[in-house]
């Protein structure tokens, strides 16, 4: 028996995402934002999903699915039981045009005979308000209109329009585009706008690489990461999505199905941490007006998520669509966990926000007024030193005094104390003095002699992988004793098969965690370099990577027992805690200049 794997590649340009599956359906896509309803999605309702397929006209075939090299333009080969091979090639456009990035909320497929005359047939039928809203057809002159979705969606297409509209099978004989438009349609002439969106697509995902510092270590898996995680980034607010799904189980019938297509601050500080790594910029600067906005007018707590365009209720439904593989119910639709107290949001504020003030290499005007956004946050850890919290893995019914919180708590300090010195602030130095050595006291008091580490929280001696953090952020000397049994002790209690690894073990408000955690297992890696581990790291940075489907695209949660990918998916957490690790290794071996 195969493991379970999610067989779709992933197309998007910072306003819009889709999942093709390797046979060629879009499975999901929603318009006109990441927590749109979809307009394809049997990804979580087979019946009520829509569809949008470019197959044979029958029997069987066989499919190869790649991205366009350094790219986020994905290939699709069908090759039909005859002998007949043919190629779509789905993109979302994205380039440089007057100084501003082109990101239309259109899809491209360009479909073209590779070898042979194929039989095929186009399947257009999308749906609106999550499956509810089927839409009447229309034929214009070289457009279908779907009458009656949110907003005019047509297909422009040098397919006859009737072979469509009647589920008719045509011969392939010639390269056919397709293009689907939500709002503005596309007007121009049809071949020489696609051939040449491509290639400026093309052209700027390669130039977006090339500007890129990543490391030779695992470079191939890295630049795969960085690509995935860029559209993961709703750009017109500065937003960054954990995820681009909704619902897909954390486990088989779990019933741990989230809607992860929100911004949580947490996620957003570990994936501008990796940008920054490979010395991109921009989305951190975008990040911060994003971060002005939604918490400009917040007195009393910051919000652990908020929605794309800055929302600030994200009320949690549960639809009646069937679920994943159509029984993993409950597809939900928004999230709870807006509603948490979760106080770790408050460092990674400030730590996501040091570099735009502690980098030579950004020149950023704002700098020097915005001080009130820091000393406001510092206020805040102040505020909720005392407070308990349901901690980064958003316990529902579990309120604790959490060593993450703490430590960020801590690193926030940190990051304000170093701000302070480049703004030449005395009093916000004093007060993120005063608060870190309180955040650190708190920290002490979650260490377990008995176990030699660091517990998941004051009073408990549960181990929670979260705490890998302390070595990785610097709390603990990785040269120290102290760095080297902490990590023993989660491993004796936390370690799965071939590096991967538990949040927690305990029972939570759903039972005990079936899966591993992708970011866990990653962030273990770096704990190894970090204590001088380097060639365990290495070997189980290797099996990690592995854990990727056909296009190097990982998921949140992987079966230790048979690697079966789980949760939603790609996860923006997994594919950080990839570069990141890869890029500790790599200073740790010292390669930048050395093909792995």
């Not at 005019?152 to 469509?164: A, C, D």
């Not at 706008?193 to 090339?210: H, I, P, Q």
């Not at 980034?233 to 199905?257: C, F, H, M, W």
Request: proline residues 3%; hydrophobic residues 35%; contains cysteine.
């Amino acid at each position: 028996m195969s493991r379970h794997t999610y067989d779709f590649g992933v197309i998007g340009n910072c306003a819009f995402s889709a999942h093709i599956k390797t046979d060629t359906n879009i499975a999901w896509m929603c318009w006109p934002r990441f927590d749109s309803s979809f307009i394809f999605g049997k990804m979580v309702d087979e019946e009520k999903g829509g569809e949008y397929s470019v197959l044979p006209a029958e029997g069987e075939f066989n499919t190869k699915q790649y991205y366009v090299e350094n790219t986020n333009v994905l290939c699709t080969e069908i090759e039909c039981s005859d002998g007949a091979k043919y190629k779509v090639t789905d993109f979302a456009p994205r380039f440089e045009q007057y100084e501003r990035h082109y990101k239309p909320l259109m899809l491209i497929r360009k479909i073209e005979p590779i070898n042979g005359h194929a039989t095929i047939k186009v399947n257009c039928n999308p749906v609106g308000d999550y499956g509810k809203n089927i839409p009447e057809k229309s034929i214009g002159s070289n457009h279908i209109r779907y009458i009656g979705l949110d907003a005019q969606v047509r297909l422009t297409t040098n397919i006859s329009m009737n072979y469509i509209i009647n589920d008719q099978e045509f011969v392939l004989n010639e390269t056919k585009y397709c293009v689907l438009t939500y709002g503005q349609p596309m007007e121009a002439e049809l071949k020489e706008t696609c051939e040449t969106f491509l290639s400026r697509t093309v052209r700027y995902w390669r130039n977006w690489v090339k500007t890129a510092s990543i490391n030779h270590f695992q470079q191939k898996a890295a630049i795969r990461s960085a690509l995935i995680l860029k559209i993961h980034q709703y750009e017109d607010t500065g937003a960054i999505v954990a995820a681009l799904t909704t619902s897909l189980p954390e486990a088989p019938k779990s019933t741990r199905n989230w809607d992860y297509r929100f911004c949580w601050m947490r996620d957003t500080y570990y994936t501008l941490n990796a940008f920054n790594n490979i010395g991109h910029f921009e989305e951190l600067e975008q990040y911060f007006h994003y971060i002005m906005n939604i918490t400009s007018a917040e007195t009393e707590r910051y919000q652990p998520l908020v929605g794309i365009g800055g929302e600030k209720k994200l009320i949690e439904i549960e639809s009646d669509l069937s679920g994943y593989q159509g029984e993993n119910r409950p597809v939900r639709i928004g999230n709870q966990a807006y509603e948490h107290i979760q106080n770790d949001v408050y460092g990674q504020v400030l730590v996501s926000l040091l570099p735009l003030y502690y980098d030579q290499r950004i020149i950023f005007t704002e700098k020097f007024d915005s001080g009130d956004l820091i000393f406001k946050t510092l206020g805040l850890i102040e505020k909720t030193m005392e407070q308990k919290d349901a901690g980064l893995w958003e316990f529902r019914n579990l309120q604790q005094y959490h060593c993450y919180t703490y430590l960020f708590h801590w690193a926030g300090c940190l990051a304000a104390k170093k701000i302070a010195a480049v703004i030449k602030d005395e009093e916000m130095d004093k007060l993120a003095t005063r608060l870190g050595k309180i955040a650190q006291e708190k920290i002490e008091k979650c260490y377990s002699p008995e176990k030699k580490g660091y517990s998941q929280a004051i009073g408990t001696d549960r181990m929670d992988a979260s705490c890998l953090q302390l070595i990785n952020m610097g709390y603990l000397d990785p040269k120290s004793d102290r760095a080297k049994e902490h990590l023993i002790a989660m491993e004796r209690d936390l370690k799965a098969s071939n590096g991967l690894f538990y949040r927690y073990k305990h029972q939570d408000d759903f039972g005990e965690p079936e899966t591993t955690f992708m970011i866990c297992a990653f962030w273990y890696v770096e704990a190894l370099a970090c204590v001088g581990r380097v060639d365990e790291a290495i070997q189980y940075f290797e099996h990690l990577v592995s854990q990727s489907n056909h296009v190097g695209l990982l998921s949140e949660d992987v079966n230790e027992h048979d690697g079966s990918m789980w949760g939603n998916f790609p996860q923006a957490y997994s594919h950080v805690g990839l570069l990141n690790a890869a890029e500790r290794i790599a200073r740790k071996l010292d390669i930048a200049d050395f093909n792995y």
